[in-house]
Antibody, heavy 123, light 107 residues
């Protein structure tokens, strides 16, 4: 059974760095074609894709946030990480990780999502 | 960057009616990389449709997708009470983007 679970701080101060962890179960990022993405959603607003990491180590970022984002993985622990530097109140959002397999037979889109973690940026 | 524009922003219908939700891309996209998601209040999004027309596992057949190029549609043939939530389209190729969402509300 495929699951993803986000963890990290619920509250960060402005200018601080946020580090989130996504723990994977039921699949591995060592599998060819597998990827994980991070997405966020400010309260009452739309979804916003942030970053993607692939089985082969390939990394992709949202252009407008590229300088502030770092995605990484620890395949031995089946975990994916996202760091966001210089946090601001506008970064207050629910942050999700999702499985994002390369398009193939019966695959496409972000097919499994974590429950999300609400991160509030406030002094 | 591809921009996805969903319409209408809010759709008011009654249970049993047919819903048609639109997603327009700012440039032509491959239907292979077009998906639709449903999001209930307080929950993570759920994949409904991928590849513009393929239903994800466990999705009822009242949900269907169509379209190509710049215009895509999600159709819900007979609305059930649990369908009155928010829907997003997504282009998931190299730099994924989401539409701004359509809220389906009970008339």
């Amino acid at each position: 059974q495929v699951t993803l679970k986000e963890s990290g701080p619920a509250l960060v101060k402005p200018t601080q760095t946020l580090t989130l962890t996504c723990t994977l179960s039921g699949f591995s990022l060592t599998t060819s074609g597998m990827r994980v993405s991070w997405i966020r959603q400010p309260p009452g607003k739309a979804l916003e894709w942030l970053a993607r990491i692939a089985w082969d180590g390939g990394k992709f970022y949202r252009t407008s946030l590229r300088t502030r984002l770092t995605i990484s993985k620890d395949t031995s622990k089946n975990q994916v990480f996202l760091t966001v530097t210089n946090m601001d109140p506008v970064d207050t959002a629910t942050y999700y990780c999702a499985r994002d397999p390369v398009v193939g037979s019966n695959k496409g889109g972000f097919d499994y999502w974590g429950q999300g973690i609400l991160v509030t940026v406030s002094s | 960057e591809i921009v996805l524009t969903q319409s209408p922003g809010t759709l008011s219908l009654s249970p049993g009616e047919r819903a048609t939700l639109s997603c327009r891309a700012s440039q032509s996209v491959s239907s292979t990389y077009l998906g639709w998601y449903q999001q209930k209040l307080g929950q993570a999004p759920r994949l409904l449709i991928y590849g513009a027309t393929s239903r994800a596992a466990g999705i009822p057949d009242r949900f269907s997708g169509s379209g190509s190029g710049t215009d895509f549609t999600l159709t819900i043939s007979r609305l059930e009470p649990e369908d009155f939530v928010v829907y997003y389209c997504q282009h998931y190729y190299s730099s994924p983007t989401f539409g701004q969402g359509t809220k389906l509300e009970i008339k």
